[in-house]
């Protein structure tokens, strides 16, 4: 049971060029999310998927995009990247309580290093 | 989602207990607190959960206190691996939709050989 894994773990781009951050859990969970992280400003959410096939946007979306590809995999895509998007990318997953259907704890992968220059 | 406060670090000699306080004193009575912690470069990693009975795990105690309005997360023996910025978060579990988990300073454990 691998949990959260992210692929890759570091990435260099050159300002406008275009990537796509892998993202596969293998716990069955229903809900992903693809935060960000800067220093000094914590964790902010890019989007998330409540359930396979739905996506939604999270606080800070503009200049990315996401594909639910099915139950396991949502990857984040930087269409034309730029020195903003200089970050630290964490992929989360949650389940639900099988009776109450209540979110609790979110599991985050490793996280991917990407640098736009 | 009700604010935290937490002390900005915190020491601990090896092999002793920590004791990472939190204040939620606007806590309302369907929040419930979670810990979480992140180790140097690593994701956040969930630690435990509670809404108002002490609750303990593999990893941890969560002790709250009997109005809520604050809690103790309590490693029991604390190793060298255990250095990590420990957040605590109060907010109420979401039933279907998303749950965005927002992480605010926390502490900075630094674990003493």
């Known amino acids: 049971n691998a949990g959260v894994t992210q692929t890759p773990k570091f990435q260099v781009l050159k300002t406008g060029q275009s990537m796509t951050l892998q993202c596969a859990q293998d716990?069955?969970?229903?809900?992903m999310y693809w935060y960000r992280q800067d220093p000094g400003m914590g964790l902010r959410l890019i989007y998330y998927?409540?359930?396979?096939?739905?996506?939604d946007k999270g606080e800070v979306p503009n200049g990315y995009n996401v594909s639910r590809l099915n139950k396991r995999e949502f990857s984040l895509r930087l269409e034309s990247a730029a020195p903003s998007q200089t970050s630290v990318y964490f992929c989360a997953s949650s389940s639900r309580d099988r009776v109450s259907r209540v979110s609790y704890e979110q599991y985050f992968g490793p996280g991917t290093r990407l640098t736009v220059t | 989602d009700a604010k935290t406060t937490q002390p900005p670090s915190m020491d601990c000699a090896e092999g002793r207990a920590a004791n990472l306080p939190c204040n939620h004193s606007?806590?309302?009575?369907?929040?419930?607190v979670y810990w979480y912690r992140q180790i140097h470069s690593q994701g956040p990693q969930y630690i435990i959960h509670g809404l108002k009975n002490n609750e303990t795990n593999e990893m941890a105690s969560l002790i709250i206190t009997e109005d809520r309005k604050s809690s103790t997360l309590i490693l029991p023996h604390a190793t060298l691996r255990d250095t990590a910025v420990y957040y605590c978060i109060v907010r109420v579990p979401t039933s279907g939709g998303y749950q965005k988990v927002t992480f605010g300073t926390g502490t900075k454990l630094q674990v003493i050989p």
């Open positions: 716990m069955n969970h229903n809900s």
């Open positions: 998927s409540a359930s396979e096939g739905t996506t």
């Open positions: 606007t806590i309302s009575g369907n929040e419930y």
